[in-house]
């Protein structure tokens, strides 16, 4: 990983254009498979974007020790599933076990590098970030299982494939205000991308009365909000590193899924929708 100052950078279509089409293809996984297999569905479209975020965010951060980061990375996947998985009444804090074991996986594995270990900060905090997103992909599991099941997850991934999807493309075209120099990010695809977040939530509602179109603007702006910010976050590491490829793209599309999964079983508990 490297704080160097590139000087090439992206075009908006390289930027937006691959990570818009991740968008859809990660936000078709978590619809069509429990849709067709049922909560196997969804364990399938969860282990396969953490997969993928493992292997992207590797490849595109440069994180050094590149083997043993993809191992920790998968292991704490697996872990995170089983743990979510195989208990009748799974809890959230059953995941601190698992991020427990992958710091102390980390730490070592950084400290075992071969000399003269450069980036090793950088590389350990790549490391953690990277596990951090993986355990909370999988709380997806775990709004498969509040009232509603498969179709609340196909909901909430609707939603902020939406915000996403919407955003990309408004920032493709009119990046304005610009947020940052060299990332091409506005506040207007910002905005376009929360309004597109709560006009799929109030299309999804259950019910038509007042409370229930109430309680889908609020959880379609919340999701919407987080989603946006976490993709503009994203943005700023494809700015960074400016390449081509599929790795930047994925970062781009599954990180702010990550982000969200937790927003979203909190919606699920306390709104049932």
Not at 114 to 123: E, H, M, N, T
Not at 142 to 158: D, H, K, S
Not at 227 to 237: C, D, N, Q, R, T
């Amino acid at each position: 990983m490297t704080h160097a100052v590139l000087d090439a950078e992206l075009s908006p279509r390289a930027h937006h254009l691959p990570a818009a089409g991740f968008v859809v293809l990660a936000t078709a996984l978590l619809v069509a498979l429990p849709a067709n297999l049922g909560d196997r569905g969804l364990v399938v479209a969860v282990a396969v974007l953490q997969l993928g975020l493992v292997a992207a965010w590797v490849v595109a951060t440069g994180i050094r020790g590149f083997l043993g980061s993809l191992a920790i990375g998968v292991a704490a996947a697996a872990g995170a599933d089983v743990a979510l998985l195989l208990p009748d009444r799974a809890r959230l804090d059953q995941l601190l076990v698992v991020l427990g074991l992958a710091f102390l996986a980390a730490v070592a594995h950084q400290m075992t590098r071969p000399a003269p270990r450069r980036y090793l900060v950088a590389s350990l905090a790549g490391v953690l970030l990277l596990v951090a997103c993986v355990c909370s992909l999988a709380v997806l599991l775990m709004v498969g299982r509040t009232e509603g099941g498969n179709r609340v997850a196909a909901t909430y991934a609707l939603v902020v494939g939406a915000a996403l999807v919407v955003g990309h493309l408004v920032d493709l075209v009119l990046p304005r205000p610009l947020i940052a120099d060299g990332v091409p990010r506005g506040l207007l695809g910002l905005g376009a991308g929360v309004l597109a977040a709560v006009a799929v939530a109030l299309l999804r509602r259950n019910g038509g009365d007042l409370i229930a179109a109430m309680t889908a603007v609020t959880s379609g702006a919340a999701l919407g909000a987080v989603a946006v910010l976490m993709g503009l976050g994203a943005s700023y590491v494809v700015a960074e590193r400016a390449q081509h490829g599929w790795a930047l793209a994925v970062v781009q599309a599954v990180l702010p899924l990550a982000a969200v999964a937790p927003v979203a079983y909190a919606l699920a508990l306390y709104t049932g929708s």
